[in-house]
Each structure stands twice: as structure tokens, then as C-alpha cells.
């Protein structure tokens, strides 16, 4: 993010544009639309700015630019043809700490003003921080098109009761559970069918009924899948978005973390082989300690809590001390990773079979079952076994597995930052050093990996460097 949305507020505030043609009039528009008081300076005015000055709508100067036109301002935007005039109004506007946006000059800018989407009193803006303002509009468009205009009464009406929900409920997190749970329910289906008065009387009853002292706590166990956010379930998503805090996992990635609501508590109990934030027992019971305090805990976990994200041993200790829980499944890194990848994990003409393994116990070995590992017509994916990656080759190799099959090693699948080292289970473990590899990494050992070079279809941003 390159710059700050915020919005500001400009009511009956003095603010000065700079030429008065049709791009002048756009501007000039907009800033009425917040009851802004309007001043417009130039030798020149179109039909459109004319007819508004006539009206009294705003005050108009016929004028060259000079610097004291911006006194007093809150805001300046320079509209016109004119370069120079542009960079003497940016660099006037810079020297008085006065915001300044010029149309279609962002480096001369200190705002740019968004594509905005009006259901007044809520009001979205979309930038593309100058670089692609058509884009931004087309983005404003599919917006418009999923927000019925009855949104914006829904809001007003939500404002008729704020001060008595307030009142009601001495917390900010008791408040917005309360309107959680509001927004979620029929109160919204009577507004968006044009009942009003039905509305605004269920929602008084809502909040009669209300327990103001309920305070119940509860844990989401969500799977935050393999990176890529856009493989994120639609209920892992609203989840994200409900919870008072989070307890995140190494292998989250950061474009997930992002999607967590912006002012949840964050709490890292990330571990890797010999480094843990929290034991696991530690973690468990802060889980059931923070939803006993009345919270909704994220218990926010890479690929899926119960493919070796031991959700299950969570689950226990949640049982153990009565809180309520639910589980959302995510993608896990075998699935998605392998799919970016370009590697299919079944195959009729190679793999009828899939295994996942873990790549060390608990007790920190590798000691696993090699026989099982070593059947043929099949593919294992191994989870965290990077450390033992060169005893797990040659095991398999010993085991009867040919020097020659084909294996990859995936860091960072799924996201832009993925990297994929392809050899044979004789040298792959070389290669894989040589490359610098680093976790989280996934191995994949079998005849599907060949097909990669065909099939492969994601080229992150790292390839593209």
C-alpha cells in the first residue's frame, strides 16, 4: 500500500479548483456531493460550472492561478490543460502543507481521489493509486453491481440506534457482536424489501431482547490453506473477518493474514523443528483460555488443521474445558502445492495410489515406514522433511525405490514466491541445497513429477526475475 485511504471530511470547508472545463466540472462535482464550499479560479468557464456559479453553488473567479488563491484552503485540485500552471498550483499547495491532487499527474499529487461507490452515509472508494485509473472503475463497477441501493439505508437506520445500543452494551466487542448478528439477520431482508418501519421496529426488539451481559466465547479452528488466498474457503473468510483474536501459525502466509480483521488481537505461537513459540500443550490451553474470557479465537493454521496441523489435540483440550468450536477444513499444502506446481498426485498411467507422510515424529525422528514408502505405482508427499531430506533418498533408495525416480521439492508453494527444484531421488538432495532451499517446503517422490515439465502452468513472480 503506497498511500493512506482515508476519507475527509469537507463540509462547508473552503476548497479551491483550479481551472473550469469539463474535467474541472467532474471535480467540482464530487466536492459538492460532500458540501464542500466550492471556489473556482480560472480565465475561462464552461456552460456546465457557469450555470453552477449563476446558481450559487460555487463561487467563481475569473482569474489567473496566483498563490493566494489557496488560502484558507482544506483542499486544491488543479484541472487544467496548462502543465506549467499544474506544477506552480502542486508546488504552492506542497510549500503550504495544503492537500493538492492534479488530474491525471499523480507525481504531482500528495491524494488522488477514488472511484467511488455512493449508498450514502456508507461510501466505498477504489484506487489504483494513480497507476490505472480505468481499472479502478471498472472495479467501482462490478462493486455497484453486488450492493443494492438499499444499503445505504440499511446503515442509516443502524445509526438511528446507535446511541441506544451503546448505552446497552458497555464494550466495543459486545457492540459489534450485537451488530454481527443484526446484519446477518431477516432486519436486512426487510430494508432491502422496502420495509422500513418493520425494520426499524425489529430491530428494536432485537435490542430489548438483547442479553447484555452475554459474553460467550468460542474457537473457529480454520484451515488457511497452502498461500494462496484465493483458495480460502468462503466460511474461513467470514470467520476471519468475526474473530477478536488471532493465534497464527508459521506457515500462514502474510497475503492470508492480511484478510484477518484489521484490529483482532494477533498472537504468534509459530514452531519450527527445534523452535517453538508455545509448545503445543501451551497453545491448547491459551485457546481455551481465551475464549473462557468471552472471545472468538482464530485459531488461524496453514493448509488444513487436520492433515498434520494437529487440530485434532486442540479440539481435545477445548472439549476438556467446555468451549464451543467449530472447524473449517482448508486446502492442504499436498493438494494446492502440488497443483501449482504443475504435478498431479494420482495418474492412471503412473500413480493409482497417494501417500502423505510427515517428515519427522514427535520424538524428532525420521524413523517412518519406509516399506510402505517404497511401493511402487504410487506418490508420496512428504510434509516438513526438508532437514532429513538426504537420509529420507537414501532409505528409499536402500528400500528398493530406483536411484532414478523422479522427486521435486517445492518452497513457498502457491504463493508468488514459489520455487520448484526437480531431480531424481539420487540427487535431489543435492540440488536442493544448492538452490538455497528454505522452508516451508514440500517433497514430492514419484513418476508423476515427469509430467511437470508438461504440465506445468503457474509462473510466480520469482520465475518472472
Known sequence: MQALPIFFNIKNRRCVVIGAGDVATRKVTMLLKADAAVHVYSTEICNELSDMASAGKITYTQA?????????????????????VNVAVSTAAKALNIPVNVVDAPELCTFTMGSIIDRSPV????????????????????????????????????????????????????????????????????????????????????????????????????????????????????????????????????????????DAELIYVGKSRDQHTLPQEEINELLAKLALQGKRVLRLKGGDPFIFGRGGEEIETLMQHGVPFQVVPGITAANGVSSYAGIPLTHRDYAQAC???????????????????????????????????????????????????????????????????????????????????????????????????????????????
Open 64 to 84: 489567473e492561478f496566483e498563490v493566494n488563491q489557496l488560502a484558507g484552503a482544506c483542499l486544491v485540485i488543479a484541472a487544467t490543460d496548462d502543465e506549467a
Open 123 to 262: 461510501v466505498i472508494a477504489v484506487s489504483s493509486e494513480g497507476n490505472a485509473p480505468v481499472l479502478a472503475r471498472y472495479i467501482r463497477t462490478k462493486i455497484e453491481t453486488m450492493l443494492p441501493a438499499s444499503y445505504g439505508r440499511i446503515a442509516a437506520i443502524a445509526g438511528e440506534f446507535r446511541d441506544q445500543v451503546k448505552a446497552k452494551f458497555s464494550t466495543t466487542q459486545a457492540r459489534r457482536r450485537f451488530w454481527e448478528s443484526v446484519l446477518q439477520g431477516p432486519m436486512v431482508e426487510r430494508v432491502l424489501a422496502g420495509q422500513e418501519q418493520a425494520a426499524r421496529e425489529m430491530l428494536g426488539n432485537l435490542l430489548k431482547d438483547a442479553d447484555a451481559n452475554a459474553n460467550k466465547g468460542e474457537v473457529f479452528l480454520v484451515g488457511g490453506g497452502p498461500g494462496d488466498p484465493d483458495l480460502l474457503t468462503f466460511r474461513a473468510l467470514r470467520l476471519m473477518q468475526q474473530c477478536d483474536v488471532c493465534v497464527y501459525d508459521k506457515l500462514v502466509s502474510p497475503e492470508v493474514m492480511e484478510l484477518v480483521r484489521r
Open 355 to 465: 501417500l502423505f507422510i510427515t517428515g519427522h515424529l514427535k520424538d524428532g525422528t525420521i524413523d517412518l515406514d519406509w516399506a510402505a514408502m517404497a511401493r511402487p505405482r504410487q506418490t508420496v508427499v512428504i510434509y516438513m522433511g526438508l532437514v532429513g531430506l538426504a537420509d529420507i533418498c537414501k532409505r528409499l533408495i536402500a528400500e528398493g525405490v530406483s536411484a532414478d525416480m523422479p522427486a521435486a521439492v517445492i518452497q513457498q508453494g502457491t504463493t508468488q514466491r514459489q520455487r520448484v527444484v526437480t531431480a531424481t531421488l539420487a540427487d535431489l538432495a543435492d540440488k536442493v541445497e544448492a538452490a538455497g532451499m528454505k522452508p516451508p517446503c514440500l517433497t514430492i517422490i514419484g513418476e508423476v513429477v515427469q509430467l511437470r515439465e508438461k504440465l506445468n502452468w503457474f509462473e510466480p513472480q520469482e520465475a518472472r526475475r
